[in-house]
Each structure stands twice: as C-alpha cells, then as structure tokens.
C-alpha cells in the first residue's frame, strides 16, 4: 500500500511539474506516514526558486544543468542488515528518483544508515526521503550535490559528514530532518548553494557557521530552525553575521534572526533597508523589535510566531513605515503588516484608514477576543488569523470584500460575526476556503444596529 501511494504521489509530481513548466514552502496534504507531500514542496520549491534568479553563479547553474532530473545511472546498492545500512557504490552521478519508487524503499522504515561511496558525485533528488530511523549519513569523499528532498523528513538523523568537495545541497534537501544534536552545526568550506528550505525546521542547534565560500542562500533556507546564533567566516562577499543575527548584502538585508538568542529586545541595525519574510520567527524571549529609519521594504510574514512580543517601534523619520499603539502598518496607514502576538490585549480595533490586512499579521495572537475589522477594511490576506483560539466575537463593515484562504482557520471559539451594512454586499464578499469560523457565524445587522 505504501508503495502504490508513493507511485500515485510521484505520477502527480510529474504531472504538476509539467503543468508549470517544472515549478518548485508549505501546506499539508500528506504521503508516507502522515508527511508534506512532494507534490506541494515541488510547487512551492519554484515559487521560491523564481524569486532571486540573478543571485546563482555560474558555478551554481552549471552544478544544476550537470546533475538535475537524471534518469539513469550506473550505480549500484546493497542493505546490510546486521549494520542497517543502505551501501551505494559505483562511479558518477546517481539519478533523481522524481517519478520512481528507490529499489532500497523495502527497507525504508528499518535503515539507520547511508552510506554514499567515495565514486559517487552525486545524491539523487529524493533518493532517501522519509526514512524514519535513519541516524548516519556518510557522503563520499567526491560528493558535490546533493538534490532536492533528498533526506527530507528523516527525522531521527545524528550524524552527517559533509565532505569537503561539497557544493550544492538542493531545495528541501534535509528539511523537517531533525537533526539531535547540540554542537553546532558546520558546512564546508568550498559550499556555494543551500537551497529554498534546504534546512528548513531541521534542527535545533547552538549555532550555525556558514563558510567564506558560500555566495547563495535560498529562500527560507533556515527558517524555524533553533539556533542561538549564526557565524560567517571572514572573506564571505555576500553574507556577514552581527551579534549572531545573518544578514545579505554586507548588512543591508536582515536574512535570520537566531530563534534561541536570549535577548529580550531588538534593535536593527541602520545598515538594514530590506526584511525578508521569516527573518523573525519562533522566538520566546523577543518582546519588542525596533525598525530604523533606513528600512524602506518589509515582506509579508517577517516577523510571525514571535510568542513574548509585544510591541514593534519605528523610528519617526522612517518614511515607509510606522508604529501604531506597537502594530505596524505602512506609513499611509492602508497597510497593517504585524500585530505583536504576545500583546496581552484582549480586544482590537483596526484603524481607520487601514484597507488590508497581510498575510498571517495576527496569526497564533492566542489572548484576542474581540476583533473589530474596521469601516474602511477591504481585504484580509491569507492566514490572518489563524489560529487565534480565543476570539469569539468579530464585527465586520460592508466595504469588505475579500477574505482569502485560511485567514481565520483554527479560530474555534468565534460564536457571533456581526455584519453591520448593506445585506447584500455582505452577500458578495469573496469568501476562500478555510474559513467557516467566519461565514458559519455571520449575523447580518444594519449598520446603525447597536
């Protein structure tokens, strides 16, 4: 049964991808043993891999164009089953295992190590994905790619030595992996390429060194991983780490701030003119986050899952963004980016003037229970409020006309959303799927209804 679902999963990742010109971070439908399935991260992986096309070298597309969607190898395998190791041997690349199931699969749920011959140049995409038990990897010694998904979800891992040809680790290659280990986590010097969620949730560690050599992170390379601090060997050009936070662009983009840095306040620094999104996450110490003046460009979800936060200050001169009572909006108001989730406010209103509401900005804000959306509110961007547990009660303006998917999934407790306007534009609002907290409850009111 396993094997025939994992057919069906690939058969739709072939598809999917030739649907999108072979499209490339989240949600959850699921395959072997309740995981993400890879059909989901190969579309995210490209909507992530066309976000920064021109930050590859030539040394990274020609790695790309030399290992990508092998069909055939000549390479060997063996399982040992008084080590519990899965042994490939040969020489060359190993192709990628996109639209067929390993022949080693049989031993998928027994196999505690993999062992990469000192031949092989190459770690196939998805080659080892989901193997439960697995707690050692060893890559030969001429290893220099590792493809996508290619340890994804193997959640037990211990042990993996990076050797020192290695260049490039793929889209997801060791995401959700898990790794058990508290000595810091080091890649090799001579690494050019970590891939879109290459790391992403894969360990909890007290820090992360990234060497010289390294000229391209991708996008949520290491979100929602537990690190105390990020270090950077001197003579990278790209990428600096200052008191452990990671930084692009020799100080000018705001990459990761390390979720399990002991501070309570952060202020960035005025080299900074971009935030991207997840550079502040998953952190339970930060209770207020400081933004300068030379800040001009802030993404949806740069700061969410921030548990003690509780206010996020701009500075006044700042001329893209400002501070309301600790939520931040853009300067003209129309805007509102984040809600400080640690705030212990158990009522809100939004502004006047405030037209949107972004992606995830009150996600997991678990002590609101009383929401008041705003006369002028238009749209409600995904995952708004999702997982705002406490609220029971919203009132909602006839001028709102979208609310997009999951924008108030997990809000369980909301028993009354108050409709005051025009019956028949409430009727008319764009309404995705995932929010019945908000379309189950509606209670059309005229708008003078007290």
Avoid at 280 to 309: C, G, H, K, M
Wanted: charged content about 25%.
């Amino acid at each position: 049964m396993k094997k025939l679902t994992a057919i069906i999963l690939c058969i739709l990742l072939v598809l999917s991808l030739a649907a999108c010109g072979k499209d490339d971070d989240r949600n959850h439908d699921k395959d072997r043993d309740g995981q993400k399935s890879v059909t989901d991260d190969a579309k995210d992986k490209d909507k992530d891999k066309e976000k920064n096309p021109s930050e590859k070298s030539d040394d990274i597309r020609a790695l790309e164009e030399r290992y990508s969607l092998l069909t055939e190898d000549g390479l060997e395998w063996e399982y040992t089953a008084s080590t519990k190791s899965i042994v490939i041997s040969g020489e060359g690349p190993m192709r990628d295992y996109y639209d067929e199931i390993p022949e080693w699969d049989k031993y998928a749920n027994e196999a505690e190590r993999v062992v990469i011959g000192d031949e092989v140049t190459s770690v196939g995409a998805m080659a080892f994905y989901g193997l439960p038990e697995l707690r050692e990897i060893s890559l030969g010694e001429k290893v220099e790619y590792i493809g996508e998904n290619a340890f994804q979800y193997c959640t037990n891992l211990l042990t993996v030595n990076y050797p020192d040809g290695l260049r490039y680790i793929g889209n997801y290659a060791f995401a959700n992996a898990l790794f058990h280990s508290d000595c810091g986590f080091i890649l090799p010097e001579g690494l050019l390429y970590v891939g879109n969620s290459a790391f992403y949730s894969a360990f909890k560690e007290s820090f992360v060194a990234l060497p010289a050599s390294l000229s391209c992170i991708g996008e949520k390379a290491f979100d929602n991983c537990f690190v105390e601090e990020f270090r950077v060997a001197p003579g990278n050009p790209k990428y600096i780490a200052v008191d452990g936070v990671l930084y692009a662009e020799q100080g000018a983009l705001l990459m990761n701030y390390p979720a399990d840095k002991k501070a309570v306040v952060f202020e960035i620094p005025n080299t900074v003119t971009a935030i991207r999104s997840g550079a502040v996450q998953t952190t339970n110490t930060l209770e207020r986050i400081v933004i300068p003046a030379s800040v001009s460009n802030i993404e949806e979800e740069a700061f969410f899952w921030n548990y003690a936060l509780g206010n996020i200050d701009v500075a006044e001169d700042n001329q893209y963004y400002t501070s309301i009572e600790g939520v931040l909006f853009t300067k003209d108001g129309k805007l509102l980016l984040c809600y400080p989730i640690g705030s212990e406010r158990a009522d809100y209103t939004v502004p006047s003037g405030t037209e949107i509401i972004a992606k995830s900005a009150f996600s997991d804000a678990s002590d609101l229970q009383v929401l008041v959306l705003g006369e002028e509110l238009l749209e409600i961007h995904s995952d708004a409020f999702r997982f705002c547990s406490s609220i029971f009660e919203i009132y909602a303006y006839e001028n709102l006309q979208s609310i997009d998917e999951n924008a108030f999934n997990g809000c369980d407790a909301v028993t009354k959303v108050f409709c005051k306007g025009d019956p028949l534009k409430f009727e008319s609002i764009q309404i995705k799927e995932g929010n019945q907290a908000f379309s189950d409850n509606m209670i059309l009111q005229n708008a003078d209804t007290e």
